[in-house]
């Protein structure tokens, strides 16, 4: 019979633990957009030398488990003289992962967009770098809002791989918790519930934006 009373009397430390874990999922999905768009560009290029590298980037990453990636960061990069902290390791890791992932739904984004306005952006007078900024990225992203916001769910629920490098986010309060009082299965289902409700806002917030904008269009 489940029992509740000793993981509940623990829930300020899952909080915590939840609470740490959506710093690491905002940090990852913030710095991975800017590297992700920085690859993006490179993947779109026309140029061979530049889009290589970036399309073997996003295929090798994508092709890599997320706790692949975080250990060898962890593990081998100190072998090559690059020691950091499981913080940053666990950052960096989740960064990497989640800018090929957006790399790879923002050029489907790019793809979108009419060629006719790229060209009208030429005629205007618009330098590249211009026409990506004010006419590329801001379609692309309205074009891409759902699949960025199921990343961001994705990196939510990826961030309980951090625990395997000793970070205290939600998964690892979980098993802490669940050892101390011999019930794992409710202080994981603690666990789940929370993670549940993380990723519901964040669905729930994607939504009413993907609503207002459609609004907007109509009006």
Known sequence: MLDFSGAWNEF???LQGAWTSVLYAVGCLFFGF????????ARISERFAVSFPAKLYINIIRATPLLVVLLVVFNILPFIGISLTPEASALLSLTVCTAAYQAEILRGGFAGVPHG???????AGLSEWQIFRYIKLPQALRLTFPALVNE??????????ISTVGI???TRVAQNVGNSYFRPLEALLIAAALYW?????????????ISRYARERLS
Do not use: Y
């Open 12 to 14: 300020p430390l899952f």
């Open 34 to 41: 800017l590297l992700g768009v920085m690859i993006c560009r």
């Open 117 to 123: 306005q790229i060209e009208a952006g030429r005629i």
């Open 152 to 161: 961001a769910t994705i990196m939510i629920k990826g961030t309980s791989l």
């Open 168 to 170: 205290l986010e939600l």
């Open 197 to 209: 409700v993380m990723t519901t806002i964040v669905t729930l917030a994607g939504d009413l934006l």
